[in-house]
């Protein structure tokens, strides 16, 4: 799949690693990198880092390259420019979820104003976005989307989602 971090920053660094614990690996780095935490300056395949690019088109070029099944959105909410951005940052979010849901991949959304703003992250294109704090539930929702693991990814505590009728759920 591929993730997109709104906000370099450390909570990406700790979303990859539980999601690779979990066995979802998306790219690779070594065992000793991931224990010093050294990401920086490594951008393989499958992670696009919103922070580097200079538009949004750079994220629909990244999905035509890698055409992921599942196009992540995780914010940094420890970040003070997510803050001071936040309506640059929000339009950028419904702009490469409109490119992801074109091209096919099911969205995810995770951040402090994707969690405060659920539903129109939910009418702008997001299939599901993470209410909170994310990392675990992340994997968790891989899990049942993929197949990996069984049961409803709607059953999963701290998601929303559009239900039949179109409200949030």
Known sequence: FLVMDLVEGRSLRDVL?????????FFEVSNEDWKNGQLAGRFPRGLFDGVLAES???WGSALDRHRPHYAVLYEDSFNYLSKMCLLRMREAAF???????ARGATTIVCGSDATDNGQRYLDRGADWVIV???????ADLLDRLSGRA????????????LGADGAPI
């Open 132 to 138: 909170g704090e994310g990392e675990v539930t992340l």
């Open 150 to 161: 069984e049961g409803d990814p709607r059953d999963l505590p701290g998601l929303a989602y």
């Open 95 to 101: 702009t490469m979820l409109a490119a992801a849901r």
């Open 56 to 58: 949004e088109a750079e």
């Open 17 to 25: 690693a539980v999601c690779r614990e979990a066995g979802h690996v």
